[in-house]
């Protein structure tokens, strides 16, 4: 099983994010800001100026922009900029857009438009709300509450209040390219300012409040996979391999659970070690594909093989994802844990 990771990781999704992840702050933070920022506010400032004379312009248009609101700050991964709650400050320009926008249809003085113009921004408002509006609601659904399957274990963290950065099976909610990482959860921990750590854009891996954080088992089993020796990385500074980095999986419960980017040398455990809920696995780091420190843990399942057992052996894409719970709670994108 090690050696199928291994592979996987290193040939498929490691050179897929290698080719997504820009290697430096500063395009990080352009590769996140456009998306969640500047086009939301070009949008909010378009349909500001847009003076819509019909009230089916001037509805369509507050719909637009409440759902261009909620679905950038429900889904953006906010913390390249800072602190997660910032995102908050675009949702209160877009409910003010939409506010206005709701006002002006009161004002309209016929219900549809009477010109060409007048009928193309009315369409395409509407094309953004036919778009968000089921992309928002499939998104919440699949936050709101865990699939059958779920597993559920302990939080892997103590000691702090932790963020989830990217988590749950939406696609929109969970950055991960690997099927096999659909559930996925990449956990950062909130330092006293809000923010992941000492400054915006990290300068060492000290400068996040995260770093060297033990890591607990997260249930009693086998250690199926122990991996140490990668060096870990400054911020933002990709590797050309590594995959999940120094990490462990452990067997529970019908399924393997891997945690991930660990502290080079830290890892605590070897394979065919028997581990309890609650042990300490190894610390936080900055290994494999990571752009900063941060704890990665999933859950996948091995296939059926044809007599009804359980094929351990089976190359590693025909594994399953399988959700987690932490204590009866099912995690999502920005969510909070408070683990003091």
């Known amino acids: 099983m090690p050696s199928i990771i291994k592979t996987f990781y290193e040939s498929q999704f490691g050179q897929l994010m290698g080719v997504l992840q820009p290697p430096y702050p500063v395009a990080q933070i352009w590769y996140h800001l456009v998306p969640l920022v500047v086009l939301p506010l070009f949008a909010l400032a378009i349909l500001a100026l847009w003076r819509p004379r019909a009230r089916l312009s001037a509805v369509a248009a507050a719909a637009a922009l409440a759902l261009i609101g909620y679905f950038y700050v429900r889904t953006g991964n906010w913390t390249v900029f800072g602190p997660p709650a910032w995102r908050w400050g675009l949702a209160v320009a877009m409910a003010a857009g939409a506010a206005f926008a709701a006002w002006r249809a009161v004002g309209a003085d016929k219900f549809a438009p009477g010109s060409v113009g007048g009928w193309i921004a009315t369409a395409t408002a509407a094309a953004a709300i036919a778009i968000l509006a089921p992309a928002s609601v499939a998104l919440t659904l699949s936050a709101a509450r865990a699939p059958a399957d779920a597993v559920d274990v302990a939080f892997p963290l103590a000691g702090g209040r932790f963020h989830i950065k990217g988590g749950a099976g939406d696609p929109w909610l969970n950055h991960h390219g690997a099927p096999q990482e659909r559930h996925a959860l990449d956990i950062g921990e ?5 923010g992941l750590g000492a400054r915006a854009v990290f300068q060492t891996n000290d400068d996040v409040q995260i ?8 249930c ?11 060096e870990d990385h400054a911020p933002y500074d990709y590797p050309d391999s590594g995959g999940l980095g120094n990490s462990v999986g452990i067997a529970c419960q019908g399924v393997e659970i891997y945690l991930a980017h660990m502290r080079q040398g830290s890892v605590a455990v070897a394979e065919g070690d028997l581990v309890a809920a609650g042990d300490v696995l190894g610390r936080i780091g900055n290994s494999g594909f990571s752009m900063a420190p941060h704890l990665h843990i999933n859950a996948v399942r091995a296939p059926i093989a044809a007599d009804g057992a359980s094929n351990a ?11 987690l719970t932490f204590g009866g709670r099912f995690l999502s994108t920005h969510d909070v844990v408070d683990a003091r």
């Open 220 to 230: 009693a089993g086998d250690v199926v996979h122990a991996r140490d020796g990668i």
């Open 211 to 218: 770093f060297e954080r033990d890591i607990l088992s997260p």
């Open 313 to 323: 052996d089976a190359p590693y894409e025909e594994w399953s994802p399988v959700p």
């Open 190 to 194: 909130l330092a006293p300012g809000g």
